[in-house]
């Protein structure tokens, strides 16, 4: 059946991205990507025209990379230079944080060197709310808060632990360090509504929600270079994108 993708009702709008879910196909929804960056939980703010644009060929490309892979994703197909169709999921209300070089908030929180390689990567969670500044948790309080059960979680930090080793391959590919990301998961929602045991990659993959550095010259192409004035985002994430292509092709 040919879907209508302009049939669409929004169900949220968030910092990087516009959420619709498809009127005529209610299991699906459309993901829109902005061009706004924002840093320091939203007290910093701009926008970049065409960053929408970039996120979307990148997170398209790593997604189907991942299913490929046999990362089971919620990604259904790209509809046009800004826009995915994924699958509608329960979202587990968790970030999942994957370190494999200190960076960040870890080096303030226990005092190393930013740029410290890590003698083996670190998975951390956080709880996804924005006005809570998206705190750290540890596995004991996430099941006694409920928010998820702890053999989801251990499959969860399974799945996590298969993406940051293809992601990091990826990138060696193409001369760029995995330095840390996030992660999202959800459930499968049923035609019904009614909530599976399914767990599948959820969100995006993108410059956004990670950094990358250079291997020879520790440069940043990520939301650093924004976060921080370190140069020109859209540079960075331009180059990502053609360091992709170009292994691709």
Not at 16 to 32: G, R, T, W
């Amino acid at each position: 059946m040919d879907i209508d993708y302009s049939k669409r009702t929004q169900l949220y709008e968030g910092k990087a991205k516009i959420v619709s879910v498809l009127d005529e196909n209610p299991e699906h929804v459309v993901m829109y990507f902005k061009d706004d960056a924002t840093a320091f939980n939203a007290k910093k703010k701009s926008q970049f025209d065409g960053k929408g644009e970039l996120n979307c060929w990148i997170s398209d490309y790593l997604l189907q990379a991942m299913d490929n892979l046999g990362i089971r994703t919620h990604f259904i197909e790209k509809i046009n230079e800004r826009e995915i169709v994924v699958r509608k999921l329960k979202i587990i209300p968790i970030e999942v944080i994957v370190r494999n070089v200190a960076a960040g908030t870890f080096c303030k929180r226990y005092g190393l060197p930013h740029g410290t390689p890590l003698p083996k990567h670190i998975v951390e969670f956080c709880v996804k709310d924005d006005d809570l500044g998206d705190p750290p948790i540890d596995p004991e309080a996430i099941d006694a808060l409920g928010l998820c059960h702890p053999t989801d979680l251990m499959r969860i930090k399974a799945i996590t632990n298969d993406v940051n080793k293809y992601l990091k391959a990826i990138f060696y590919q193409i001369g760029l360090k995995l330095v840390d990301f996030k992660l999202e998961f959800g459930f499968d929602i049923d035609p019904q509504g009614l909530v599976g045991n399914t767990i599948y990659l959820a969100d995006e993959i993108c410059p956004d929600t990670m950094r990358l550095w250079d291997f020879e010259t520790n440069e940043s192409f990520d939301k650093d270079l924004f976060r921080f004035d370190k140069g020109d985002l859209l540079a960075g994430y331009k180059e990502v994108k053609r360091r992709l292509q170009a292994w691709q092709s």
